[in-house]
């Protein structure tokens, strides 16, 4: 997360204003089309980790029958969870999966968790894939983050005097 919400946009804004050139600070201008791949690459970094623990639940998700535990109401909901046999299951159920303002300890829920630990557990069945829409997205940075790159080159040759 930290990736797509700081390092992708400040990468993809401040690179072309401040690359070393010889166009003087005052006449450096950023293409428009430059915004786009960074607007892409955040909502990548967000659908793509909530695509990963998708394929991983589909994979290798198990459903059973949990108990939960703790239920923690500050601020976003979360709930720590035991499956029915005693074995813990993490990492902890969302507000978003879950984890609802009316659940609270002791209750039983059914959800799909990863054995493995990595993603994070659900109470929904598995939906459809963002595959087509990371697709798009990965193409529209391409070729708006092309056609920007090619805007800046040609400022520069111009003012260069090539």
Same mark, same amino acid.
């Given at each position: 997360?930290?990736?797509? =919400?700081?390092?992708? #946009? !400040? +990468? ?6 401040? =690359?070393? $050139? ?5 006449? $450096?201008?950023? +293409? ?14 967000? =659908? ?8 991983? !639940? ?14 923690? @109401? ?5 709930? %720590? ?5 005693? &074995? ?8 978003? @999966? ?7 300890? &002791?209750?039983?829920?059914?959800? *799909? ?7 994070? #557990?659900? %109470? ?13 997205? =990965? ?14 080159? *040609?400022?520069? $040759? +111009?003012? %260069?005097?090539?």
């Amino acid at each position: 997360m930290l990736l797509a =919400f700081l390092v992708l #946009p !400040l +990468a993809s804004s401040l690179v072309p204003v401040l =690359f070393l $050139r010889r166009v003087p600070r005052r006449q $450096r201008k950023m +293409a428009w089309q430059l915004i786009v791949p960074l607007m892409a690459g955040v909502a990548m970094g967000i =659908f793509g980790d909530a695509a990963g623990e998708e394929v991983a !639940l589909a994979d290798r998700g198990v459903w059973t029958e949990a108990v939960v535990v703790r239920m923690d @109401d500050s601020g976003t909901n979360h709930c %720590d969870l035991r499956a029915v046999d005693g &074995g813990e299951i993490t990492p902890s159920l969302s507000e978003g @999966d879950g984890c609802h303002d009316w659940v609270s300890k &002791g209750d039983r829920l059914r959800v *799909r968790y990863d054995p493995a630990g990595i993603a994070s #557990p659900t %109470d929904a069945p598995h939906g459809g894939s963002d595959g087509a829409f990371l697709g798009t997205l =990965f193409a529209m940075a391409v070729v708006m983050g092309t056609w920007g790159g090619v805007r800046q080159s *040609r400022w520069d $040759r +111009a003012y %260069d005097g090539r």
